[in-house]
Nanobody, 119 residues
Framework: VQLQASGGGLVQPGGSLRLSCAAS????????MGWYRQAPGKQRELVAS???????NYADSVKGRFTISRDNGKKTAYLQMNSLRPEDTAVYYC??????????????WGQGTLVTVSS
């Protein structure tokens, strides 16, 4: 199983980016998919998560600016980030709580994608 994160880059304050996280491999089902971020010198923190049924959860710092969504058929989660601020600069990681069989469940992480918000 692999999670491939993409979409990071350099953007000016107030700009937008869309991150994608695609899961591949022998996957039986995916429950929760999430995005975390880690800024230099700080701990990794939850940004947003979404269940297979579409229930979402956001960090207070991104509410109203970021939107998480997913396409279950494509096994992909997205993070639309608007009104970006310099403090959003971080490496963004996706994860997925998934089963490779009806009995086997674990959390997988993708590689990080760097988001830099700067003028």
């Amino acid at each position: 199983v692999q999670l491939q994160a993409s979409g990071g880059g350099l953007v000016q304050p107030g700009g937008s980016l869309r991150l994608s996280c695609a899961a591949s491999g022998s996957i039986f089902s995916i429950n929760v998919m999430g995005w975390y971020r880690q800024a230099p010198g700080k701990q990794r923190e939850l940004v947003a998560s979404i269940t297979s049924g579409g229930q979402t959860n956001y960090a207070d710092s991104v509410k109203g600016r970021f939107t998480i969504s997913r396409d279950n058929g494509k096994k992909t989660a997205y993070l639309q980030m608007n009104s970006l601020r310099p403090e959003d600069t971080a490496v963004y990681y996706c994860n997925a709580d998934l089963r490779t069989s009806s009995l086997n469940k674990r959390l997988y992480w993708g590689q990080g994608t760097l988001v830099t918000v700067s003028s």
